[in-house]
């Protein structure tokens, strides 16, 4: 992912998220999709973690938007039937929340591309659990490993798994020079209290 430039790391020259949270860190899984290799493994390992997290489920779930093609992928690799939850309920026709075939009753797994405060991802969960199905859990990419988000699932009841996390993010690319050493701490400084890294940083520049 650092390589297709899925995930970029900008410590000296800070993204802007739409929270207004700087960030060194700007990640799009989206660009995997366009590469067949790194799609192919990530379908599969997200499938082999459901299985070895979760057991046995019923149907897959994705989270709009781009949990959408990664939660399809997966739900083709498993066999399993394939719905997915949109931010917010058409304002037309059937004013749906979850399109696809809903049947109440199933163990489902949701599928995310990215999990960083937690807060979409368990607006998914509590439509599906609305919706009568038993969420087994969720499985994603990648966690920003914020301690928010695990408040936020623990206190939601639900379990979720990544293939990658932050903290192992930037051990792998110190060690393949995708970063210098020297900016490491304040890479890690930023998962420890990223709404206030931005404003040490402008402080800290001459």
């Known amino acids: 992912m650092l390589q297709i430039k899925a995930i970029k790391l900008q410590p000296a020259n800070p993204f802007t998220w739409a ?8 990640c799009d899984n989206r660009i995997t999709l366009s590469h067949p290799t790194i799609r192919t493994y990530i379908r599969q390992k997200l499938s ?3 299985q070895e997290e979760y057991g046995s489920v019923s149907v897959i779930a994705g989270v709009a938007t781009a949990g959408i093609p990664q939660g399809a992928l997966v739900a083709q690799e498993l066999g399993l ?18 399109e696809g075939e ?5 163990r489902v797994v949701i599928i995310e591309d990215l999990i960083s405060t937690g807060k979409s ?24 490993g914020f301690e928010l988000a695990q408040d936020n699932f623990t ?27 020297a900016d490491v701490e304040l890479l890690n400084e930023w998962r420890r ?12 520049t001459p």
């Not at 991802?121 to 920003?144: K, M, P, T």
Request: charge should be neutral; charged fraction near 20%; glycine fraction near 6%.
């Open 81 to 98: 039937p394939f719905i997915y939850v949109r931010s917010k309920a058409k304002e037309h026709g059937t004013q749906s929340l979850i």
């Open 121 to 144: 991802s368990l607006q998914a969960v509590n439509a599906l659990r609305d919706a009568g199905y038993e969420v087994a859990g969720l499985v994603a990419i990648f966690s920003y």
């Open 193 to 204: 209290n990223p709404s206030e890294w931005g404003q040490q940083i402008e402080k800290s």
């Open 155 to 181: 206190e939601a009841k639900c379990r979720f798994s990544t293939l990658s996390n932050y903290p192992a993010l930037i051990d792998y690319a110190a060690e393949h020079q995708f970063i210098a050493k």
């Open 48 to 50: 082999e973690l459901i």
């Open 19 to 26: 929270s207004g949270w700087k960030s060194p860190i700007y």
């Open 102 to 106: 809903i049947n109440p009753g199933q």
